[in-house]
């Protein structure tokens, strides 16, 4: 039997020569193809020394760091499942997900390991390390006692691999449970509709605990045997020092917009680079064209999701699919990739006619397996026919590129992290003398967009925005507290009573312009 496991197809695609640089950190260290091998192979007899039942999750709550991202490949080589969690997750946002996963291993930073130990050893959790950004902590120091040889665990192209929670229209959040075959069906595609090359060399500046920086970026590089340059922290002036050795950078629109306010940023600091790809969130079209101007270069904007990776993409060369259409289109995020089916359909689920704005829909071998543990959430996300509804909603133009012109899910993507107006309002609701509470998204110049709250008060009771602010943010993950906060009377309502967000998002755009 062929082992299907995501980690063997990474690892034969290392380069004969192990002794070549895989990554190469903005501090200074290097760290070789047979460091990577001989480090998730400690790591991951570490795991198998812990008798785990098979299939346990592992979840992860530490600062970006090389050995993170040894830990989350050392997880699939022992067969066991990633779950990443974002470093500015709060107390009661890790009891969640901790008590909905109920992971085996919990590794956390050093600093965080007593609250959060507590909270994993309440919930069942067996073992709890430490894994600083600096190479400390429990998890090397036991690793450092196994042998630095291991053989794969086999696993089937569907049994899972990751879970990344995700919120979808209401409600707490969800596990979207990724296989193996999902991810690397979805990185084989990648790699041969980017072009990658063995001589790419990727700037790796995006955080390790969501999609793009995890798989997309990660999965592009190991899977072609391509060097990564490793920021820990993404910082535009270093970032674009770095263009005159790499070739192929991904980002989400913010970063982008970062460094287009750096003079560095030229034609000639970016003749090296191959690629520059955005995605995760909108890109403006004047941050597509400004940086045509600053560059010389044409981002290739792609349109993806924790529950099925990638989607579609705008051209990297010629696509047989769609013959002479090179043309990297601004606005839009290109064409299904292969693979991929995408329809867009109206009310009871008929497909509309090509230019026609409908939801988006999708079926592929990337596509989840489903919500962790919640059949009837998965049924209500799929049709009949097996597609799944994203709750983006855009159009397939003449020419067959996707645009996508809103979604239908109420979320809010900031910087390309996603805010669930619903888990905001129900923080705020709870606070004394609040009746009620929108969230809305508005523009913003650097995150795209940001959230802003309006807040009605008890009758006589007074609310203070930044008293709501300030408890919000000891309760929740930076990114999802409000920018700004307003307290009024009544909200716009339509005659069935509920709140008309859209004349709340007008009235609020110019806030921050
Ligand atoms: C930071 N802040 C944000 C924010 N990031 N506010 C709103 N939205 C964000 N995204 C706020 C903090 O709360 C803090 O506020 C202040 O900014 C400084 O925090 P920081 O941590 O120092 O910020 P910075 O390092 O500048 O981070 C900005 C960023 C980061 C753009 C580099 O947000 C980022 O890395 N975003 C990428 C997210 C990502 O990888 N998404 C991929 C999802 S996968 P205060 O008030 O406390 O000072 C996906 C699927 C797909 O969507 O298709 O790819
Ligand atoms: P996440 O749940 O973090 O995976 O976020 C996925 C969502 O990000 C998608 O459903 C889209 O709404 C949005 N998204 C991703 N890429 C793009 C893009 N290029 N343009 C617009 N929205 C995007």
């Keep these: 039997m062929s082992n299907h496991n995501l980690f063997v197809a990474l690892r034969d695609a290392f380069p004969a020569d192990l002794d070549r640089t895989a990554v190469e950190t903005d501090d200074g260290l290097v760290y070789s193809w ?6 998730t192979a400690m790591v991951a007899n570490l795991i198998d020394s812990l008798d785990l039942p098979a299939h346990s999750r ?10 993170a991202m040894v830990l989350y490949l050392a997880t699939l080589r022992a067969g066991h499942v990633f779950l990443p969690l974002n470093t500015a997750y709060q107390s009661a946002e890790i009891e969640y997900f901790i008590g909905n996963a109920e992971p085996a291993v919990v590794v956390c930073s050093p600093k965080n ?3 959060v130990s507590k909270i994993a050893f309440t919930a069942g959790t067996a073992f709890v390390f430490t894994l600083g950004d600096d190479r400390t902590g429990s998890l090397l120091d036991r690793a450092a006692h ?14 899972l691999a990751a879970i990344l929670y995700t919120s ?5 959040s969800k596990g979207a449970m990724l296989t193996h075959g999902n991810m690397l069906s979805n990185a084989r595609v990648l790699r041969d509709h980017w072009g990658w090359r063995p001589d790419d060399v990727l700037i790796h500046a995006l955080p390790i605990f969501h999609v793009h920086g995890l798989f997309v970026a990660i999965h592009g590089a190991l899977i072609n045997g391509s060097k990564m340059i490793w920021f820990s922290k993404f910082d535009p002036k270093r970032a674009i020092a770095k263009f005159a050795e790499a070739t192929v950078f991904m980002g989400v629109p913010t970063l982008y917009v970062r460094m287009l306010a750096e003079p560095t940023l030229t034609p000639a600091q970016a003749r090296h680079m191959r690629l520059f790809i955005s995605g995760s969130a909108p890109l403006l079209i004047e941050t597509f064209t400004e940086w045509q101007v600053r560059t010389g270069h044409t981002i290739l904007e792609r349109y993806g999701m924790s529950e099925t990776v990638m989607l579609t993409s705008n051209p990297c060369g010629d696509d047989p699919r769609y013959p002479g259409q090179t043309e990297r289109r601004g606005g839009t995020v290109g064409f299904p990739l292969p693979g991929v089916e995408l329809r867009v359909v109206g009310d009871g689920d008929q497909t509309v006619a090509q230019g026609e704005i409908g939801g988006i829909q999708v079926r592929g071998p990337n596509v989840f397996k489903g919500y962790w543990r ?4 998965t049924a ?7 597609f799944f509804k994203t709750g983006d909603v855009g159009r397939v133009d003449e020419q067959g590129y996707v645009v996508i012109v809103g979604r239908s899910k109420d979320l809010i993507i900031s910087g390309g992290y996603n805010v669930y107006p619903a888990e905001i309002e129900g923080y705020i609701n709870d606070m004394p003398g609040v009746a009620e509470s929108a969230l809305v998204g508005v523009p913003h110049p650097d995150f795209g967009e940001v959230g802003v709250a309006v807040i009605i008060p008890k009758p006589g009771a007074a609310v203070d925005p930044d008293q709501v602010i300030g408890v919000l943010k000891s309760q929740l993950a930076n990114f999802k507290i409000p920018k700004r906060c307003w307290v009024v009377n009544e909200l716009p309502r339509n005659t069935m009573g509920k709140v008309q967000k859209n004349l709340l998002r007008d009235q609020y755009k110019g806030e921050f312009a």
């Design 34 to 39: 047979c460091d990577l091998d001989r480090a």
């Design 58 to 67: 592992i979840a992860v709550q530490v600062e970006k760091s090389v050995e």
């Design 113 to 115: 390991h007593g609250w």
């Design 146 to 159: 196994m042998s630095d040889r291991h053989t794969p665990a086999v696993r089937g192209s569907d049994d």
């Design 168 to 172: 979808g229209t209401t409600g707490r």
């Design 374 to 377: 919640m059949p009837e959430k």
């Design 380 to 386: 209500e996300e799929f049709t009949a026919d097996g």
